[in-house]
């Protein structure tokens, strides 16, 4: 090798040394902004949250039937995080019925209450589950989905 490569070699694996000073990590408990995000999200599908039940649950009075009249707090969730590939959109009676795949339902929701309902939520995925009986976090990690409530988590 010639000298010019040797210098050129050399000079590549110099590198710079940043000293970074973070702020100490404060997890924010975000239990509160999650449970408004799963209940905002259910009230736009026409659910409310059913203070009788002990394992949680949403209770709507829209469905003729039974069928779809209550929905467990595990499914709830599920809806809330699922992404647009997990609705579907068939025909049913001449009209556009969206259904959510991941579980059967005997009755589907309009097009436009699920667009509807996925803009009521404050963050993209809720960690929320149910035990005895009792609500608990699973993660305080969250992503806001707008600036306004990313502010007030920053508070």
């Given amino acids: 090798m010639t000298k010019e490569v040797k210098e050129k070699k050399a000079t ?15 997890p924010l408990d975000t ?29 709507s009075d829209a469905f003729g039937s039974k069928a779809n009249r209550y929905i467990s707090f595990d499914n ?5 995080n699922a992404g647009e590939e997990d609705w ?4 049913m009676n001449e009209r556009p019925v969206v259904l959510f ?30 035990s005895r009986g009792q609500l608990f976090t699973k993660s305080v990690m969250v992503k806001p989905l707008n600036d306004s409530i990313a502010s007030l988590l920053e508070a």
């Fill in 31 to 59: 239990a509160l902004v999650q449970i408004q995000s799963l209940k905002n999200f259910m009230f736009g599908l026409g659910y409310t949250f059913d203070p009788q039940c002990k394992s949680g649950r949403f209770v």
């Fill in 101 to 130: 795949s991941r579980f059967r339902m005997s009755t589907g929701f309009h097009p436009l209450v699920v667009r509807l309902a996925r803009a009521s939520r404050l963050v993209g995925k809720v960690k929320l589950g149910v």
């Fill in 76 to 80: 709830a969730v599920r809806m809330h």
């Fill in 12 to 26: 590549k694996k110099k590198k710079t040394e940043v000293a970074v000073v973070a702020a100490p990590f404060i």
């Fill in 88 to 91: 579907a959109v068939i025909e």
